[in-house]
Nanobody, 124 residues
Framework: QVHVVESGGGLVQAGDSLRLSCEMS????????MAWFRQAPGKEREFVGA????????YYADSTKGRFTISRDNAKNTGYLQMSSLNPEDTAVYYC?????????????????WGQGTQVTVSS
């Protein structure tokens, strides 16, 4: 059975930094590309960024490029989303997802396994 679990969310102030973690079990983590998505109340799920299986290549949405960094430690079966210069528009539930497809992909349909999400709230 596959489990994907996010952690690290919370309430922060504008300008703060926060790091989310995503741990996968039940599959060989290094054989899956990984992505982060987010969903704010009343809005559609939005692509945040993705990372290849090896961790060599990353791809970001324009809204997060330069502020967010995705990384992974395949030995620990864990991926990370480092967020900096947070602003209230970043408030959302953040989801981690894993895909057996190669490369990076911004479409949710490419991802097979999803976590339950972790809430990030940024106050002004």
């Amino acid at each position: 059975q596959v489990h994907v679990v996010e952690s690290g969310g919370g309430l922060v102030q504008a300008g703060d930094s926060l790091r989310l973690s995503c741990e996968m079990s039940g599959r060989t983590f290094g054989t899956y590309a990984m992505a982060w998505f987010r969903q704010a109340p009343g809005k559609e799920r939005e692509f945040v960024g993705a990372i290849t299986r090896s961790g060599i290549t990353t791809y970001y949405a324009d809204s997060t490029k330069g502020r967010f960094t995705i990384s992974r430690d395949n030995a620990k079966n864990t991926g990370y989303l480092q967020m900096s210069s947070l602003n209230p528009e970043d408030t959302a539930v953040y989801y981690c997802a894993a895909s057996s497809l190669p490369g990076t992909n911004r479409h949710p349909s490419a991802y097979t396994y999803w976590g339950q999400g972790t809430q990030v709230t940024v106050s002004s």
